[in-house]
């Protein structure tokens, strides 16, 4: 697993943790796109599916396979930024894939140091790579139980220890986090895989049945998803989604008495997360990892608390 690095957005300036995502190559090994920290992240205002995956070299052997591009959503503004990866670099001679387990499938060696013959028949397409990312959840528990005997001093306990024995707290042992496995996230590459995406994290906070409405097509869908007490919005679109889209899908899940959630690629107006707060309504972005991040409180509290 890549170390944690701090990004500071572009936008609003505050500062936020990045793990570089890790795949499988296709000889086993894990791979991940070196970041490269000295030039800063660029404001992703318009995505194309070709500049969203950058070429990362196996450092076992010596593969080069495309991999989703670095990006992380900021959980201050919602701003959605692409971060600078190294280029990969060829091998010297007598080094890289020769040098390590790789070679073992080159009994020549050095026809596979040099990149000619029978070498060049590995480098083909892996056959069904998968593109899951080891990326961690972020799934912080809901407060705990109340600190009873810990608040009132020596002596406390009486009725001046009112504000500590809030009724309000009566609400948190059912909202407290229930333990789960992490996320397995899948490859987003069309639009129909970031549908699919958003139906298994919903899946996996725990609400049943997660379907598509039938008879409506994927992208131009008012409401995308439906389960027993939900509504949700998958907007895999590469423009910001805007202050109509979250209302739209707040009066859908209105009418059916559901909570309504919305997912997006490419992350959220200003004012369609200030509605959405207003609204409660939780608000998720995609990378093309197929990892989900929360991007508002009402978010966090979905993730901390599930279904």
């Given at each position: 697993m890549a170390e944690a690095v701090p990004v500071r957005c572009p936008a609003c300036l505050r500062e936020n943790g990045y793990?570089?995502?890790?795949?499988?190559?296709?000889?086993?090994?894990?791979?991940?796109?070196?970041?490269?920290?000295?030039?800063?992240?660029?404001?992703?205002?318009?995505?194309?599916?070709?500049?969203?995956?950058?070429?990362?070299?196996?450092?076992t052997c010596g593969r080069e396979s495309e991999w989703p591009h670095p990006e992380l959503g900021c959980g201050s503004c919602g701003t959605v930024v692409r971060l600078p990866v190294h280029p990969p670099e060829r091998p010297?001679?007598?080094?890289?894939?020769?040098?390590?387990?790789?070679?073992?499938?080159?009994?020549?060696g050095a026809a596979g140091r040099r990149g000619d013959g029978p070498a060049d028949a590995r480098d083909g397409d892996p056959a069904g790579?998968?593109?899951?990312?080891?990326?961690?959840?972020?799934?912080?528990?809901?407060?705990?139980?109340?600190?009873?005997?810990?608040?009132?001093?020596?002596?406390?306990?009486?009725?001046?220890?009112?504000?500590?024995?809030?009724?309000?707290?009566?609400?948190?042992?059912?909202?407290a986090a229930v333990p789960r496995p992490a996320f397995r996230p899948v490859t987003i590459r069309?639009?129909?895989?970031?549908?699919?995406?958003?139906?298994?994290?919903?899946r996996w906070l725990g609400?049943?049945?997660?379907?598509?409405?039938?008879?409506?097509?994927?992208?131009?869908?008012?409401?995308?998803?439906?389960?027993?007490?939900?509504?949700?919005?998958?907007?895999?679109?590469?423009?910001?989604?805007?202050?109509?889209?979250?209302?739209?899908?707040?009066?859908?899940?209105?009418t059916a008495s559901a909570t309504s959630v919305y997912f997006s690629l490419a992350g959220y107006t200003a004012d369609a997360r200030d509605r959405a707060d207003e609204l409660g309504i939780p608000l998720f972005v995609m990378d093309l990892t197929g990892m989900p991040q929360p991007v508002n409180d009402p978010a966090d509290e979905l993730v901390g608390s599930g279904a």
């Amino acid at each position: 697993m890549a170390e944690a690095v701090p990004v500071r957005c572009p936008a609003c300036l505050r500062e936020n943790g990045y793990t570089a995502p890790v795949f499988p190559c296709a000889c086993g090994s894990p791979v991940h796109p070196p970041l490269d920290l000295s030039a800063p992240p660029v404001l992703l205002t318009h995505r194309t599916w070709s500049d969203s995956w950058v070429a990362v070299r196996c450092t076992t052997c010596g593969r080069e396979s495309e991999w989703p591009h670095p990006e992380l959503g900021c959980g201050s503004c919602g701003t959605v930024v692409r971060l600078p990866v190294h280029p990969p670099e060829r091998p010297e001679a007598g080094t890289g894939p020769g040098a390590g387990p790789g070679a073992a499938a080159d009994p020549a060696g050095a026809a596979g140091r040099r990149g000619d013959g029978p070498a060049d028949a590995r480098d083909g397409d892996p056959a069904g790579a998968p593109g899951d990312a080891r990326a961690e959840v972020r799934g912080g528990a809901a407060a705990g139980a109340p600190g009873d005997g810990r608040t009132g001093g020596p002596g406390g306990g009486g009725p001046a220890a009112g504000p500590d024995v809030n009724p309000a707290h009566i609400s948190l042992p059912p909202t407290a986090a229930v333990p789960r496995p992490a996320f397995r996230p899948v490859t987003i590459r069309t639009a129909r895989d970031a549908v699919a995406t958003a139906a298994l994290y919903l899946r996996w906070l725990g609400f049943q049945d997660v379907r598509q409405p039938d008879g409506r097509p994927i992208p131009s869908a008012a409401v995308d998803l439906r389960a027993p007490g939900l509504v949700a919005q998958v907007d895999p679109t590469t423009a910001p989604a805007g202050l109509r889209a979250v209302e739209c899908v707040w009066l859908n899940g209105l009418t059916a008495s559901a909570t309504s959630v919305y997912f997006s690629l490419a992350g959220y107006t200003a004012d369609a997360r200030d509605r959405a707060d207003e609204l409660g309504i939780p608000l998720f972005v995609m990378d093309l990892t197929g990892m989900p991040q929360p991007v508002n409180d009402p978010a966090d509290e979905l993730v901390g608390s599930g279904a």
